[in-house]
């Protein structure tokens, strides 16, 4: 944990949510919920049959994916419960669960809390997977590999040869990849998003997340789902009930309206945050500041000299130069970073932050 003194003034580089908020059909429909009685009773633990249905068609839609709304489908509070009632499901104490480095904090922290191991292994310089370093690390209980895709922290989009490797992989180790797709929408430039979980000889042994929060503008409505074989259901099932019994009723009513009503809302704003990526792309390689120019989920990760402590970098440029950035320690980054999030800013905003920002590591490094 940093303490630090924030100006007021800061501007901040280190909220991963997009700018926009939830469409307003999405509201109106929670709204509408919440003075019916439908509202605040609970509803079935594997969500509501509204929901799950419009999202089937999505899957199938968008992504590739077959799935029956009761056997394959959970809808949870969000893509973060959906990844600890997956984890709970599918392991025992002291199982192992492979993380590409850098990872998704809370991916790690879930593991952990399981009482699994995470089996760390280093993506490449670019961030992209090393497939033989993961299963050169799977060992006899290891039973799930993680992939992030777009990636928090690093904003790396995997291809689908990489993602279709680790599925066979995994397949072959008869161990579960676990495929999280927060990021669905935000993949930009040439870079397609691919779910692994459409490549049909190996559905079997691959779960996917999906999550309202980034895609819809909607995280504090706390609705995602996991999609996963049949033959993990029940467990999946048991885990949501005892944690989260089910998501909240009038949010579950409100995705099921942004999927129904507005499917094409996330696309609306992908041309908004281009235009900031490009000029965070421009500024940062004009003035020489190392990192992989990635294609999606909003984020770069700046790669600092090796001999620098990022996090006393991360305070300095916060109560020196008015602007915050994240360390990449907490991410499990095994070299100085700072990851950078271009998702919640315009380009008045961007603009004025990454002068802060090269002007400050020119003065701190
Ligand atoms: C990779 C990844 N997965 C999941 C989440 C959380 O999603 P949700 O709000 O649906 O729990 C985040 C949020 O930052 C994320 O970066």
Redesign the pocket.
């Known amino acids: 944990m940093m303490h630090c003194n924030v100006p007021k003034d800061a501007i901040s580089f280190g909220q ?2 997009p700018f926009f908020g939830p469409p307003k059909e999405a509201v109106a429909a929670a709204a509408t919920v919440l003075s019916e009685e439908v509202g605040y009773r609970y509803g079935l633990d594997i969500g509501t049959v509204g929901l799950r249905n419009v999202i089937a068609g999505k899957l199938k839609v968008s992504n590739g994916i077959d799935a029956d709304p009761d056997e394959n489908i959970i809808v949870c ?7 600890f009632n997956v984890i709970s499901a599918i392991t025992d104490p002291a199982d192992g669960i492979v993380l590409p480095t850098p990872y ?1 904090f ?2 790690e922290m879930a593991v952990r809390i399981a009482g699994c191991r995470p089996i760390l292994v280093p993506t490449d310089e670019d961030y992209q997977l090393d497939v033989d370093a993961m299963f050169d690390a799977v060992d006899e209980r290891t039973r799930a590999v993680v992939t ?1 895709s777009p ?2 922290p690093t904003g790396a989009v995997f291809p689908s040869w990489a993602l279709n490797e680790v599925n066979e992989r995994c397949a072959d180790a008869g161990i579960i990849h676990i495929s ?1 797709e ?2 669905e929408h935000f993949a930009f430039g040439m870079a397609d998003h691919y779910s692994p979980g459409s490549f049909d000889k190996t559905t079997e042994h691959t779960i996917s ?1 999906f ?4 895609s819809f503008g909607m ?1 504090g409505y ?3 789902y996991s999609v996963h074989p049949e033959w993990m259901h029940n467990d999946v099932l048991k885990v949501q009930d005892t944690i989260g019994l089910c998501a909240p009723m009038p949010s579950q009513a409100a995705a099921e309206a942004a999927l129904r009503l507005c499917p094409d809302y996330p696309s609306r704003f992908v041309p908004t945050i281009e235009e900031v990526r490009s000029l965070f792309i421009k500024v940062l390689t004009e003035n020489d500041i190392p990192f992989p120019v990635t294609d999606g ?1 909003f984020y770069f990760l700046l790669k600092l000299p090796d001999d620098v402590d990022a996090l006393a970098v991360a305070k300095r440029l916060i109560e020196d130069h008015g602007i915050i950035t994240i360390p990449g320690r907490p991410f499990g980054a095994t070299f100085p970073a700072l990851r950078v999030s271009y998702g919640n800013i315009d380009l008045e905003v961007a603009a004025e932050g990454l002068e802060r920002l090269v002007n400050g590591l020119e003065a701190i490094l």
């Open positions: 991963g949510v509070a969000g893509a973060n419960q959906a990844f998704y809370n991916h992030v990636n928090n999280d927060a990021y997340l999550s309202f929060s980034k995280p706390r609705v995602g989920g």
